[in-house]
């Protein structure tokens, strides 16, 4: 059946303001052609075989009378609450346990069947009988209070349930924190550990460099140690044979000496002899002539024997030349 039939068939079943779709064998509700039809405030679905009501025929607000009653429903939607306007309701002869906590929500319901419904206890104790006009009113106004007490039950277990789990998420952020607190004293440990481990190796190293410079400097000290101890035994050594070549060369330079103040004494007494007989009177005596003629004698003799006192003057030089270097290698 196409959706154009559909809507021409619901207009052939709809009188005024009631829509009658009773015995017409229905297993589902058309609630979307049922929608296009707002004036329809009353609604007919009696004795057909619906099994359920789905959940977008609660959009259906402008109901003011619904026949559910000799059907196979077994549960009404959550959102039945959302019919605000509904005055009348049969739900005669379904299979019905329950009712949606939101039914305390239907402010204006004035009429209420829910005979032949397998109630659980406390509903069906609200319910009553509903045989008549006035027990079926009973039964809207004691089921409407029925149920906003279990709205009010339901919402404090919301309330409760929602409160455990405000405080299980308090704990679980709790717990996160002092895990994370945790790993962060973890991670801070950690790193403490890690500097003071390389401080301790730097401390080594640096003990270790220490150590080394101690040994380099005490091998350095040493060495100078043992040079002075080698330049000492050297000196001293050196000093040793100075002193046995001075003491060599001493009696030497003695004699030299010896020898040099004789000459110098025995040049200057025949100096002055000779310049005594020589500038003065007494020149004529025979002392001063016998003195005349020895240097007069020695004179010739000298000249005759130059090239003999050049000789020996060379000789000298070459003496007191190997003395001097003799005397400069004992002292270095």
Known sequence: ?????????LKDKISDNEMDLSLC???????????????????????????????EFCNLTHLVKLDLSKNQLTRLPDDLGNLTALQHLDLYNNKLSTLPVSFSQLRSLKWLDLKDNPLD?????????????????????RVLKHMQILQEEADRAREKRLLREK??????????????????????????????????EYNAQVAAAAIQEQKQQQQQQQKKTEERKSKKKNGQAS?????????????????????????????????????????????????????????????????????VVRHLLGDLSAAVKDFLESMQTSKS
């Open 1 to 9: 059946m196409s959706k154009s039939n559909k809507v021409l068939n």
């Open 239 to 307: 000093a040793g044979k100075k002193s046995v070549a001075v003491a060599a060369s001493k009696p030497c330079r003695s004699v030299l000496g010896l020898l040099f103040k004789l000459s110098l004494l025995l040049l200057l007494g025949a100096g002055i002899l000779i310049a005594t007989c020589r500038l003065t009177e007494l020149k004529r005596e025979d002392v001063c002539v016998s003195v005349d003629a020895a240097l007069d004698q020695s004179l010739t003799w000298a000249r005759k024997q130059e090239g």
């Open 167 to 200: 405080e299980l998420e308090k704990k679980r952020e709790a717990k996160k924190r002092e895990r994370e607190a945790r790993e962060k004293e973890a991670r801070k440990r950690e790193k403490a550990e890690e500097k003071e481990k390389r401080r301790k």
């Open 25 to 55: 064998n229905l297993t589902e509700v058309p609630f979307k052609e049922l929608a296009l039809f707002t004036k329809a405030t009353i609604l007919d679905l009696s004795c057909n075989n619906l099994p359920s009501l789905p959940p």
């Open 121 to 141: 206890a406390g509903l069906a104790k609200a319910a009553g009988d509903c045989l008549d006009e006035k027990q079926c009113k009973q039964c809207a106004t």
